[in-house]
């Protein structure tokens, strides 16, 4: 089994050259178009994962999933027009650092929502965060 870790820092990296290749193709063309292809890319790299692993037991799923499946693709969708517009309009180096403050909603948010508990070292983090993200967007 291949640690949770690993597979995070798959998704800064992925996230990383989603950046870079966004910055290029989203240039010529309608933000909300870009997101769109994007999007249907990702339903269809999804749905090969998907059935490349066999995971297609949608009986398994309950109403309750399926509710905050669905409010978190909209959050996703929002939150991807949203970033493809600031990179149509900003430059990549100071979009990326902004974005990433989702770390910091993630740490507030999971702390008032999902009570989970508020370290001091992730505290610290979050600060360090918050002022890297204002240094590089300044």
């Not at 149509?88 to 974005?99: E, L, M, N, Y």
């Given at each position: 089994m291949?640690?949770?870790?690993?597979?995070?820092?798959?998704?800064?990296?992925?996230?990383a050259l989603t950046a870079l290749l966004a910055k290029v193709g989203v240039a010529d063309v309608d933000s909300n178009l870009?997101?769109?292809?994007?999007?249907?890319v990702i339903l269809g790299l999804?749905?090969?994962?998907?059935?490349?692993r066999g995971g297609w037991a949608l009986?398994?799923?309950?109403?309750?999933?399926?509710?905050?499946?669905?409010?978190?693709g909209i959050a996703t969708?929002?939150?991807?027009?949203?970033?493809?517009k600031a990179l149509?309009?900003?430059?990549?180096?100071?979009?990326?650092?902004?974005?990433k403050?989702?770390?910091?909603?993630?740490?507030?948010?999971?702390?008032a929502l999902l009570h989970e508990q508020l370290t001091f070292k992730v505290g610290i983090g979050a600060l360090l965060i918050t002022a890297g993200a204002v240094l590089m967007a300044v």
């Open positions: 291949i640690d949770w870790r690993l597979y995070a820092i798959g998704s800064a990296f992925f996230a870009a997101t769109f292809i994007r999007t249907v999804s749905a090969l994962v998907v059935s490349v009986q398994t799923l309950s109403g309750r999933s399926l509710t905050f499946l669905a409010l978190s969708g929002m939150s991807w027009l949203c970033y493809f149509q309009a900003g430059p990549a180096s100071r979009v990326a650092p902004i974005d403050l989702s770390v910091v909603f993630v740490v507030l948010l999971a702390g």
